[in-house]
């Protein structure tokens, strides 16, 4: 597949940051580890491999703005233009030597997203879309997964943790979800669920309260691989809002009435009772 020259930029900025990631990925125990916030780590390799973006970046595109984890928002000279990345989503588990991370990189024109690229240095496996292009594995075309009934689903989402996340409300869905999927699954990178429904590995992803770089290149990923993405109550996804629910048409559907049967209860202050289980077909 022949990249255009902004993909090439991208793709090089996060091959070249995931190669300093699976450096110091092999050096895990010997990394020097800050507290940031409860239960959410940064460490030199997270610095140093958002380094290595930004400079990337930077030289490629100067006018340029950034909006990136550690940095925060960078303005840039172009108002039209803005890289939102992520240099190491998976942080915690790749300080527990964890091999799921990835370096994600979108970016914003006038608002959408228009370009991404996820890398997970460990698999080798580098996600790209452009707007209008489809989406890719390592140059192979892939599509989101064609099942059609939730009960033969397996999904992706994203707990609360420590500080971090509405448990309570979590605890709904959990118990209605369950009992209407194949399975659930908490890779604990955001990018890469959304990465792994693109290419058709999980069926739907959902999970709130999310910063705009977990989501912004993954989205793409998803759409242009032909799911669909919304907010978990099914209004318009918005990228700075930090909550999705996705998946191809008819799972999406079902993943959303879901969700609503499970706030409803969770509004009610109800019991949460699980899904009824199909009957067999």
């Known amino acids: 597949m022949a990249r255009s020259a902004l993909m090439n930029v991208m793709t090089q900025a996060a091959t070249k940051a995931g190669r300093s990631l699976t450096r110091d990925f092999g050096e895990v125990q010997n990394l020097q580890v800050s507290m940031k916030g409860p239960a959410d780590f940064v460490s030199n390799a997270d610095r140093k491999a958002e380094e290595i973006v ?3 970046l930077a030289r490629s595109r100067p006018e340029w703005g950034f909006l990136m984890e550690e940095r925060g928002a960078v303005e840039g000279r172009d108002p039209q233009h803005r890289w939102i990345v992520d240099p190491l989503d998976g942080t915690t588990n790749f300080l527990h030597g964890i091999p799921i991370f990835a370096v994600s990189i979108a970016l914003e024109r ?12 460990v698999q080798d496996e580098l996600y790209t879309a452009e707007r209008g292009g489809g989406a890719f594995l390592n140059d ?10 939730l009960h033969e689903a397996v999904l992706a989402t994203g707990m609360p943790f420590l500080g971090h996340g509405d448990q ?4 709904f869905e959990m118990r209605r979800i369950t009992g209407e999927t194949a399975g659930i699954r908490r890779m604990g990178a955001a990018s890469l669920d959304l990465a792994y429904t693109a290419a058709g590995r999980f069926d739907g992803f959902w999970e709130r309260e999310l910063q705009p770089w977990d989501i912004a290149a993954g989205s793409l990923l998803v759409r242009e691989a032909g799911g669909f993405t919304t907010a978990t109550d099914g209004s318009r996804f918005e990228f700075l809002q930090g909550d999705i629910a996705c ?3 008819l799972i999406h559907r079902a993943l959303l009435a879901e969700l609503k049967h499970a706030d409803n209860a969770f509004r009610a202050g109800r019991q949460p009772a699980p899904a009824p289980v199909p009957e067999a077909s």
């Open 247 to 249: 998946g191809n048409e």
């Open 140 to 149: 192979r075309r892939i599509r989101v997964a064609a099942r059609t009934k």
């Open 110 to 121: 006038d608002g959408q997203i228009v370009a991404a690229v996820i890398f997970n240095p």
């Open 168 to 171: 309570a409300r979590f605890l």
């Open 54 to 56: 930004y400079q990337e």
